[in-house]
């Protein structure tokens, strides 16, 4: 297909490798398990609608933060079940209910109004039951008075109660004790629903880390997030049981080089002075993209399979870095700054580790004047542009 020819800076998205971590997630847990794919903050930057394009095969639902998100995927044509893991505002219940979006609800004060814009529509509004086994963010209690509330509410007009979740808060570390702590509190609340004569369809409480270290927290469904996308919840998973591959990249090019002699700062507030003469090249990328400042004086491209170090302070819209060692460094040479160029790879984990960040945060921070390009057996089959006409 015909696409712009981007000069500044792009993110090229693998679509196979999203396709490659689904199946190897797949492999990882039962047949009969289902999946519900975490496209929430854009799909971690990589573009909802066409990650849940490419992952609907393999999902029977999806699940975002917010109704903005699930309205945007129903705008496009995504068709299966969406679930909104953070709280709605009762000013959107008709729309999520004409739409069949499934919101979390944990209180009466929720249910009530939903349950009443459901009887007025004439309709059935799904939810999904949030329960507090620990993370202490949202759902009701495991425990008694928590199960009478979803009994109370499972008891309301025109309410269905599809799904129970609940998120584990430390399943991504070696020791598992917590979240085991917490799978025990959920199984129980569920026995506490049984005892009240509630059966719920949909239960899952694995995220990422869960379908590949807790077998036993997958249930009947599973939630993958961050996995998705290539990366790993943490360092201290068991990666050898799920092969992943990353699907984003970040690519620029050089727009200048000169040459800098000794005794000279570079960039805002001259934190790095050249102790020799230098060729400097310029990368027309910078924090206003969502590439950390952070990286300033510690981290590094890749250019012409080379690591070429950044010199002092990233700008808003520009950074610089060391090619004195890189023949053949001119205007239009390509720059690497996550992804691999010749033997050299940069990846999200290798960004946070350089800089002290989170790599979940540095993936969703990558800005929208970023223009995705979508690849498929290595050509170009899309675009997302905030710029495009």
Do not use: W
């Amino acid at each position: 297909m015909n696409h712009k020819q981007y000069t500044r800076v792009y993110a090229p998205v693998d679509l196979d490798a999203i396709v490659f971590n689904m199946e190897s997630m797949r492999q990882n847990i039962d047949q009969k398990t289902g999946m519900i794919g975490v496209i929430k903050t854009d799909a971690y930057g990589h573009g909802s609608v066409p990650v849940a394009e490419a992952i609907e095969h393999y999902v029977d639902g999806y699940a975002v933060a917010t109704a903005d998100e699930a309205m945007l995927l129903r705008r496009n044509g995504i068709r299966k079940m969406i679930l909104i893991l953070g709280v709605t505002h009762p000013s959107r219940y008709q729309e999520l209910i004409e739409e069949e979006i499934r919101p979390a609800i944990f209180t009466m004060e929720q249910a009530k109004p939903l349950s009443e814009m459901a009887v007025r529509l004439h309709k059935t509004a799904k939810v999904h039951l949030a329960l507090d086994t620990g993370m202490r963010r949202i759902g009701m209690e495991a425990d008694e008075a928590g199960a009478d509330l979803a009994a109370a509410i499972g008891r309301l007009p025109g309410i269905e109660l599809e799904g129970l979740f609940t998120h584990f808060s430390r399943a991504d570390e070696k020791e598992k004790t917590s979240a085991k702590k917490q799978l025990e509190r959920y199984l129980h609340f569920t026995d506490l629903l049984k005892e009240r004569g509630i059966e719920i369809p949909m239960k899952h409480c694995s995220n990422s880390a869960g379908i590949i270290d807790l077998p036993q927290a997958n249930l009947n469904y599973v939630r993958a997030g961050i996995t998705i996308y290539g990366m790993y919840p943490s360092d201290d998973v068991q990666k050898d049981l799920v092969p992943l591959r990353p699907a984003l990249g970040l690519k620029s090019f050089v727009t200048y080089v000169k040459e800098i002699g000794p005794g000279e700062e570079i960039s805002y507030g001259g934190t790095y002075v050249t102790e020799r003469t230098m060729r400097v090249a310029t990368v027309p990328v910078g924090y206003g993209d969502g590439y950390p400042r952070s990286l300033s004086n510690c981290g590094y491209v890749l250019i012409c399979g080379k690591r070429a170090p950044i010199l002092g302070r990233i700008c808003m819209d520009q950074f610089m870095v060391d090619v004195t060692d890189i023949p053949g460094v001119c205007v239009d040479t390509p720059v690497t700054l996550i992804g691999t160029d010749g033997q050299e790879t940069i990846t999200m984990e290798k960004l946070a580790e350089l800089c002290g960040g989170f790599h979940y945060e540095m993936v969703c921070d990558i800005g929208k004047r970023v223009p995705r390009v979508y690849y498929r057996n290595g050509r170009v089959v899309g675009t997302m542009d905030c710029f495009a006409e």
